[in-house]
């Protein structure tokens, strides 16, 4: 028997803690899951990512008890729950899957209600908290609360099924690719929307995926895992990235990994560049001492609430003659993003836009600075070098252990 | 000479005649087949409850009540004349009636839970639902409108096959069709058969109007 321990190094408290787990479903030979032992630490998103087959999705079931397990023990809060009731067990345990499975015949509100309903709430506290969830998902309760399911789009289901999971407060959740069945531009969003989330609700998350880059973006810690759930890795994204603990797990992160360590980066971390900026409605002779006076070819123009509008240059001021107003002259200021995303998708943004400057703005939209793909480019020179010396100290230790 | 009155108005003028016999008759061969269908739908959800996550049970539920379906009536009716508790009248043609009507109910049950998404009982199962309450509030309102339409199938074969049960001495527009049957030839012999199919159409027509209805008020806006 293989035994794979993964422990949570530095954690705080340990929300759940899996002892020997196994399981083996009725006419396999071979164990889905195998004497699998977790320490899953309080508060943060942890991922379980493998390829497919290796018992991740069975992983996770395990922990509400969905599937039940052949041998091993399961506690949560220290308490063992292996064998207590499983309603009851689930009902602390907040749970989305792929497909959502959101009720078709009841409304969004009822949905949402279920858990809540069967804890035997009183009717005014589950109506508010029904408000509260649909407005913490960003869907306007007035709005939501009495459609079904299949008048909303994919994304919004989603949401949806988040809230519900949420309904009843849990310290835990369980995610199987909650975010796998949506399109990737809407995908991203969520997933930014998650994370903002979790950093309030601090919940404990069980999070399985089969995409390495969803758990970069969106884990704590990753779990990597091969066939039958041994634990390859178990650690955070950083040092899984920088150092893998075998080939196996150089081969699931894969090539690109400088690519994806700007993943893990993110605006707020780098040092803004600032930019000639003018109001709209400056005057055009201003704009022109501005650019002179700067090494910038273009002016970034900002509304009265220092929102930004358009690029303009010099020979957009020319072209457009004396009576225009910098609002409607000039190229749209895209690429806009806020501090908290990640410069994998700050250059995403840029390279859509097609400009080699993204716009940084506060969360009321407000302009803050400027990030460019030099910026960029230093980021994952250094993280490379980084990655270097790393590599040499390790090999000069190996050296010295083999002479 | 006078025109000799075609068979058509002949036929109006029985009707008129016997208005009342044919309403009385019409109304309890509608009240034999709801009877019938409340009974087979109660047992027909039951035995699909039962059976539609097991292989075995299921194909042999599905092949007794199959069964029942190919027995000849008029043979079945007469051979519940000669068991006991059942002989001539009413209650052997609702016995009948069920078995009969069986099949559509508890075929269409079993489709209609098993056609419910997994993904949908396996959420209501991670959110701490138990087993009866899953079935309750998830599994059989989403199979509704199914468990439905095999009822609305069962009653249009159930009124058909009701007729034959005045054969028993059972209640019903049947009495109409056998007597006339027995008496062709006679003046009123025709007009008896064809008020006794003309009812059986106007109740099937009114029946199926009735499913509209309920399935309109009892299926939820979200799965419409």
Redesign the interface.
Known sequence: MNDSTGSAPEAGKIKIRLEGLSKRFPGQGEDAVDNLSMEIPEGEIIILVGPSGCGKTTTMKLI?R?IEPTSGRIFLDDEDVTKVN??????RIG?V???????????IADNIA??PK?LGWKKDRINERVDELLETVGMDPGNYRDR???ELSGGQRQRV?VA??MSADPDVM?MDEPFGAIDPITRDRLQNEFLRLQEQIKKTIIFVTHDIDEAIKMGDRIAILREQSHIAQFDTPERILVNPADDFVADFIGRGASLKRLSLSRVRDVELHQWPTAQDGTGHDEVRRLLEASDKSAVLVLDSQQRPMRWVNAEHLQRAGDGAALGEIGLPAEAVVQPNATLSDTLNEMLTARYSTAIVVDSSSAYQGIVDIDTINDTVRSMRRAERVRLREDERNDEQVSS | MPDEPSWYSSFWTYLDFARDDVLELTIDHALVVILAVALATVIGVVLGVLTYRTDRPRELVLAVTGTFLTIPSLALFGLFIAIPMLGLGGRSVVVGLVMYGLLPIVRNTIVGLREV?P????????????RT?RLWR?EL??AWPVILTGMRVSTLVLIGIAAIGAYINGPGLGELIFSGLARIGSATALNQVLAGILGIMVLAVLFDLVYVAISRFTT????R
Do not use: C, W
Request: avoid cysteine.
């Open positions: 509400n969905i499983p309603d009851l067990l689930r009902r749970y899957i792929q497909q959502i499975g959101l009720f078709p015949h009841v409304t279920t858990v069967m079904y399911p299949k099924g519900r999971a369980l | 998404d993904a949908i009982v396996e959420s209501a199962q991670g959110m701490g639902m138990a309450e998830i309102p989403l939820s806006k979200g799965i």
